[in-house]
């Protein structure tokens, strides 16, 4: 041990692995955050989900980081959203469906890239018609979708409403997540 404090952080990439495009093997993006300099990381499922240490930084700073290395080795850009663990933490805690996160593929998180305005948020209120409902809290948006997301039609309409970048974690994910953070960013 050399002293220094690290932090646990959680990198949610998207546009990855979704219809058979931009692949990116897990094994790889592992590799990848390494040889940047990251500890303790651990990737969950296809989807792009990184759980890392970082010495330095702010998420704000290692999102810069990570996007410009990202797109300068697969040649394509992927939005990647960095938070760190004590964020997802209050993320768990404010969910404002907790009937629901018993049942995770109708709940979903989308992290925000900034917290939406109030005449952002109600321009996607007026589209949601349908049986799902959503809460807004801060750089969160929380979805039940009681028929799933791939049935929802306002799953579909949300980024272009809302015009927010985000990329969206259904709970088991979000929980998974989470946990792999409170256990020091993964194995070694």
């Known amino acids: 041990m050399n002293g220094k404090t690290e932090n646990v952080f ?51 700073a290692l999102t810069r980081q990570l996007e410009a290395a990202f797109e300068k080795k697969w040649g394509f850009h992927s939005r990647i959203m960095v938070r760190d663990a004590e964020w997802f933490s209050r993320l768990v805690e404010q969910n404002p469906y907790p009937d629901i996160a018993a049942e995770p593929t109708k709940l979903h998180a989308y992290v925000l890239e900034r917290e939406p305005t109030v005449e952002e948020e109600a321009r996607l209120s007026e589209k949601c018609t349908g049986a799902e409902k959503f809460e807004i809290k801060g750089d969160v948006l929380y979805l039940h979708a009681p028929d799933g997301l791939g049935r929802s039609v306002f799953a579909g309409l949300i980024g272009r409403t809302l015009k927010v970048p985000g990329t969206a974690r259904n709970w088991r994910s979000v929980q998974a997540l989470l946990e792999m953070a409170g256990k020091g960013g993964g194995g070694h």
Do not use: K, P
């Open 10 to 60: 959680i990198a949610l990439l998207s546009g990855i692995n979704v219809g058979g495009n931009r692949i990116v093997r897990m094994a790889d993006l592992r590799g990848f955050f390494e040889e940047l300099g990251f500890g303790n990381v651990a990737t969950y499922v296809q989807s792009g989900n990184v759980v890392f240490r970082a010495a330095h930084g702010d998420a704000a």
